[in-house]
């Protein structure tokens, strides 16, 4: 090149294309954050959903985010290309709703599930390519109260991600392009070395949370107040099997974060219970007592409630 030539200007990376599977209280919350800050976001949902999306877009009510509509693109399959797929619909519909990602169209994306316990990664791992499985736990309280409406209430938002074991550079790349679109929509997102660490970071808080709003019908202001030596004894349980499932963890550092949580929060399985919507028990408290039954670790108190709750959340805490 001569010297009296300039040189051709850079051109700035494009911002990741994210698909979106469920676009309900989480998802349809990452989704409008992300298109607001400009990337392209595909949702996928059944058809009425997806036509709504499309022609309405997404609104938010939120005191942190504010209320705001960002227009989305929505189908029922992914059929284009996406840096990442985050899926956030509820275990008990993960089979069916993986229909609607065919492991052609996601290419070389990765897939980002956002699931509550933490079996669903090997699931995954099954079907698609494993490198590009990334195993992750969202911390947020956000419900969908109509098509496209997302009501966020809680005061925080954070994911953290966990760079899958031996995946290639241009994997760990595309992860933490991801990782900064969601921080710069609001999200904070930070990435681990450690997917035990990930996953049981969020389950030795969500399980004792899920059982026991359900099971006594009361947000964790109530628990921590009206239960607590049933709290502390779960609790101690679930330190229990997280330790050996190579995540340390401590029952006392887990009781001071509950106590620091918001009265009024209520778990995703008690909101469902309350709606008449199949429960994640399973997933999450099944999910605890198989961990525990493999380690050989004793958790009475998971056990009783996982029964109780198994009898039908409308028998729970006596209503």
């Known amino acids: 090149m001569d010297a009296s030539t300039p040189p051709a200007p850079s051109v700035p990376p494009s911002p990741p294309a994210v698909a979106v599977l469920g676009?309900?209280?989480?998802?349809?919350?990452?989704?409008?954050?992300?298109?607001?800050s400009g990337h392209r976001v595909v949702c996928l949902a059944g058809p009425g959903?997806?036509?709504?999306l499309a022609r309405h877009g997404l609104t938010v009510r939120s005191a942190r985010y504010g209320d705001f509509t960002a227009p989305v693109a929505a189908g029922t399959e992914l059929t284009e290309p996406v840096d990442a797929c985050l899926i956030a619909v509820k275990h008990t519909a993960l089979p069916a709703a993986l229909d609607r990602i065919p492991a052609a169209a996601l290419g070389e994306g990765l897939l980002v599930p956002l699931l509550n316990g933490i079996e669903h990664p090997a699931l995954l791992r099954g079907r698609y390519a494993p490198e590009r499985v990334v195993a992750a736990a969202i911390r947020v309280e956000s419900t969908r109260t109509a098509p496209g409406v997302i009501e966020h209430t809680s005061p925080f938002a954070g994911i953290e991600a966990a760079v899958p074991a031996g995946a290639p550079a241009a994997v760990r790349s595309r992860l933490e392009d991801l990782a900064a679109a969601l921080t710069a929509a609001g999200v904070r997102t930070a990435l681990r070395d450690d997917e035990p660490g990930v996953l049981w970071s969020k389950m030795a808080f969500l399980a004792p949370l899920a059982l026991l709003t359900t099971r006594h019908g009361e947000p964790a202001g109530g628990i921590r107040t009206g239960h607590r030596e049933e709290l502390r004894a779960l609790l101690a349980e679930t330190a229990a099997v997280s330790t050996a499932c190579g995540a340390p963890a401590a029952a006392g550092d887990l009781l001071a974060f509950w106590d620091g949580l918001p009265a009024g929060l209520k778990s995703s399985m008690q909101r469902d219970a309350e709606a008449g919507r199949p429960l994640e028990l399973d997933a999450i408290g099944g999910a605890l007592l198989r961990a525990a039954a493999r380690h050989g670790i004793a958790v009475p108190t998971a056990e009783a409630l996982v029964t109780a709750?198994?009898?039908?959340?409308?028998?729970a805490g006596g209503r």
């Open 309 to 315: 709750l198994a009898d039908g959340p409308g028998r």
């Open 23 to 36: 676009p309900g209280g989480v998802g349809g919350l990452l989704a409008a954050l992300l298109a607001r």
């Open 49 to 52: 959903t997806a036509d709504h």
